[in-house]
Nanobody
Framework: QVQLVESGGGSVKPGGSLRLSCAAS????????MAWFRQIPGKDREGVGA???????TYSDLVKGRFTISRDGAKNVLWLQMNNLKRADTAMYYC??????????????????????WGQGTQVTVSS
């Protein structure tokens, strides 16, 4: 069983930065495939970015160039560095682990795959 705990959310002005953390326990997952999602109340959850086993990262077009995913496998921590935040980035942010990947299609469809483990989320609010 894997437990994921996000932290680092808060309130920030537009243009500001935050770094979210996702601490994993139970099993070592941070060297495996993981992802960050976000959700605004009343809207569908959307993929923010993901990291593959080889460290390759991929991002939503909405955050590309502003957000960066990194990890420390030894510490079992995943991070999401968010720079130049916009009001539209306001959401609850979740980390996820252990996707059910259809290998014939590859990891690139990560936003729509089922993820078996989720954290409780951390709120990010961007407001002046």
């Amino acid at each position: 069983q894997v437990q994921l705990v996000e932290s680092g959310g808060g309130s920030v002005k537009p243009g500001g930065s935050l770094r979210l953390s996702c601490a994993a326990s139970g099993n070592s997952v941070t060297n495996d495939r993981m992802a960050w999602f976000r959700q605004i109340p009343g809207k569908d959850r959307e993929g923010v970015g993901a990291i593959d086993r080889d460290g390759t990262t991929t991002y939503s077009d909405l955050v590309k160039g502003r957000f960066t995913i990194s990890r420390d496998g030894a510490k079992n921590v995943l991070w999401l560095q968010m720079n130049n935040l916009k009001r539209a980035d306001t959401a609850m942010y979740y980390c996820a682990a252990d996707p059910v990947v259809q290998e014939e299609y590859g990891f690139r469809f990560w936003p729509i795959y089922k993820w078996n483990y989720w954290g409780q989320g951390t709120q990010v609010t961007v407001s002046s």
